[in-house]
Structure formats: structure tokens, C-alpha cells
């Protein structure tokens, strides 16, 4: 069979195809200059406006280090491998994971970074329109109450920043109207193939562990691997102190 005649290039082929946001990844707009020693004594003003005792310390100085750089673009920005623990370069178009025990901060400093963004007026670009960064912080746990409630898990599925608190903690399976479903997974799946949102995860449980596989699977642990920027928390627990 004679090959037909390639007339146009794959590049001008390309040019033709519509943008869609589904194909477009969050390209980050730098927030710069900053000075990273006044932007943590800012982060603990914060905390201490929730907790007079919150304290940047030993045990979490690296991951608001990383959150700062994160926030503004930070090319430096790290996180750790998820089974190695060694330090790696970070993806600033990648989401948060914050691993540790129950405690240790993991929500707190989502929390704290989440009102710093609007301090610093921190945006996004996403198929060339321009937004800023903003997420509510949803428990596991309740977003499954609403499956059971209303059957519905569209909204966590498709709103462009999130963070999920306490992931692992939910019930596996919830049940309404006779349909039993595996929310958390469906909806990281669902999220792991969007390179336009944003994902940010709070667990007691590490990335790689085998709690996490077994819990959603290695399709869902491998989306986490793809969409998350790994960090850990270690210490004591600072509810206490």
C-alpha cells in the first residue's frame, strides 16, 4: 500500500487543535522579590494569631521552608521522595502532601499557607487566563457524609484547588441509595488526570505506604505519586503543648 503524502506538519497539524483545559498544566506566575526570613516570622505571626503557643522549629522549619518556596514560585523549592525520604527537587505545578501523625500540624500548616496566598495575591495561569490560588480544606470523612447524604461527589471532583484533610480516615466505602462507592478513590483518580487543578492532601499515612495501596489502589496511589509534592511532619503532637 503506497503511504499518502504528508502535506502539513505535525507542528502545523497541532496549531489546529482547540486549547482545552485539560491539556493545559498550571504554569506558575512567580511572586518575587521575597525574603524567606520574613515570610516564615509572617507564617508564625499567623499560627500565633490561632495558637499563641505555634512556634516554626526544628521539626517543621523544612516543610514551611518548602510551602514558602512553593507559594512564590520558588525554582529552589524541595520536597522528598515519597519512598527514599531523600530530598528532591520539587514540581511547583504539582500539589501538597503532607504526611504525619496526629498532631504534628499537617492541616495547621495548609491552613496558615492557604491565608498567606492571599497576602501575597498569589495566581495561577491556566489556558492562558490568569487566577488566583485558593482551596477550601474538606475532611475525608465529611465528603463522604455528603455522597451519603445527596449521592453526589462532582464538586470535590472538579473544583480547581483542593485540600483533603486526613485522607485515610474515611470510611472505604459509602453507601447511598443502594450505589456503594469508593469516594476517595474515585475522586483522586478523577483529579490525578487533570493536569489544570490543583491537590493538596493531609494523611497520617505516608504516600508509598501500603495502607494507601491497599486502601485506593495502585491506580489511585500511582495519580497521589503524579499530582503531589510529598512532605512529612515529625514530632510531637502539638495539640498538647
Not at 25 to 46: G, T
Not at 69 to 83: G, N, Q, R, T, Y
Request: aromatic fraction near 8%.
Amino acid at each position: 500500500m503506497a503511504k499518502m503524502k504528508r502535506t502539513h506538519s505535525i507542528g502545523e497539524l497541532l496549531k489546529n487543535v482547540p486549547v482545552d483545559d485539560f491539556f493545559q498544566p498550571v504554569r506558575r506566575i512567580p511572586v518575587v522579590p521575597y525574603d524567606i526570613e520574613i515570610a516564615l516570622d509572617v507564617i508564625e505571626a499567623l499560627g500565633r494569631e490561632r495558637k499563641p503557643t505555634f512556634v516554626i522549629d526544628s521539626e517543621n522549619s523544612f516543610v514551611f521552608e518548602q510551602l514558602v518556596k512553593w507559594v512564590h514560585a520558588d525554582p529552589s523549592f524541595e520536597a522528598l521522595h515519597p519512598i527514599t525520604r531523600k530530598r528532591i527537587p520539587g514540581d511547583l505545578t504539582k500539589g501538597i502532601y503532607i504526611a504525619g501523625n496526629t498532631g504534628t500540624g499537617k492541616t495547621w500548616a495548609l491552613d496558615i499557607i492557604r491565608i498567606y496566598l492571599a497576602i501575597d495575591n498569589v495566581r495561577i495561569k491556566v489556558a492562558g487566563v490568569v487566577r488566583p490560588i485558593k482551596w477550601g480544606i474538606y475532611r475525608a470523612d465529611s465528603i463522604c457524609d455528603e455522597y451519603t447524604s445527596t449521592g453526589e461527589v462532582a464538586k470535590f471532583k472538579n473544583l480547581r484547588h483542593i485540600c483533603i484533610h486526613d485522607l485515610g480516615a474515611e470510611p472505604q466505602e459509602s453507601l447511598h441509595m443502594g450505589n456503594r462507592i469508593r469516594v476517595l478513590q474515585q475522586i483522586i483518580e478523577n483529579r490525578g488526570d487533570r493536569v489544570d487543578y490543583l491537590t493538596h492532601i493531609t494523611s497520617n499515612y505516608p504516600l508509598a505506604s501500603n495502607y494507601i495501596l491497599d486502601r485506593y489502589g495502585e491506580r489511585a496511589q500511582n495519580r497521589l505519586f503524579e499530582m503531589c509534592n510529598y512532605l512529612e511532619l515529625t514530632g510531637k503532637d502539638r495539640r498538647k503543648c
